[in-house]
């Protein structure tokens, strides 16, 4: 079946600019998490959505960052006037619930800022 | 189709055993491995890695072995403590990059 699909799998962008990074989860999962991984550095955590509650957006590095889900299904991942400093890769990642611990990870989006 | 397999969705131990976690990849281009630990409700966090070039890393109680031949890799966690239960993720990359992961294996480990 179709898993975890993240678009565009490569962004390049200047300094400053925003970008827009999308989620699209396996079908019927609730739970839907973004990642981020730096060169050289684990996994980090960004935001997480359940259903229908508010995210938990205790992962964000700063206000630049934003994400939203709608209809409970595709989330997209914005960053306002972006550093070089956030060019990584961006893995989104959903499991069926939040207590459904293995989570099925999608193959990324690699953000590089001039 | 899955490029990094953990076949075991579940695994239990009893304290002070040995812990293995097997991963298999399909793709003969992944040349660095990762393994993460996952506690509930928090992001995984970097456990250790090693690179293609190695067969086995070391790091105190943990250590990851390949076998690139067969396109496997392990996870030895000795002795096990119960704050070892967690969710493990294999993870795998071509040059650092274009990471893939695993669906995870839930360890259990018993007092």
């Known amino acids: 079946g179709a898993g975890v699909s993240q678009s565009p799998s490569n962004k390049v962008t200047e300094k400053g600019k925003d970008v827009e990074l999308r989620c699209d989860p396996i079908?019927?999962?609730?739970?839907l998490y973004w990642y981020r991984q730096s060169l050289g550095q684990g996994l980090e955590f960004l935001i997480y959505?359940?259903?229908?509650?508010?995210?938990?957006k205790s992962g964000l590095p700063s206000d630049r960052f934003s994400a939203e889900r709608t209809g409970g299904s595709v989330s997209t991942l914005t960053i306002q006037r972006t550093q070089q400093e956030d060019s990584a890769v961006y893995l989104c990642a959903s499991s069926l619930t939040r207590n459904e611990e293995t989570q099925y990870f999608g193959p990324g989006t690699r953000l590089l800022v001039l | 189709d899955q490029q990094v397999k953990q076949n075991s969705p579940s695994l239990s131990v009893q304290e002070g055993r040995i812990s293995i976690l097997n991963c298999d990849y399909t793709n003969s281009m992944f040349d660095y491995f990762l393994w993460y630990k996952k506690y509930p409700a928090e992001g995984p966090t970097f456990l250790i890695s090693i690179s293609s070039i190695k067969d086995k890393n070391e790091d105190g109680r943990f250590t990851v072995f390949l076998n690139k031949s067969a396109k496997h890799l392990s996870l030895h966690i000795v002795p096990s403590q119960p704050g070892d239960s967690a969710v493990y993720f294999c993870?795998?990359?071509?040059?650092?990059?274009?990471?893939?992961f695993g669906p995870g294996t839930r360890l259990s480990v018993l007092p």
């Open positions: 993870a795998a990359s071509e040059y650092g990059q274009n990471f893939v």
């Open positions: 079908s019927g999962h609730t739970a």
């Open positions: 959505f359940q259903g229908n509650s508010a995210p938990d």
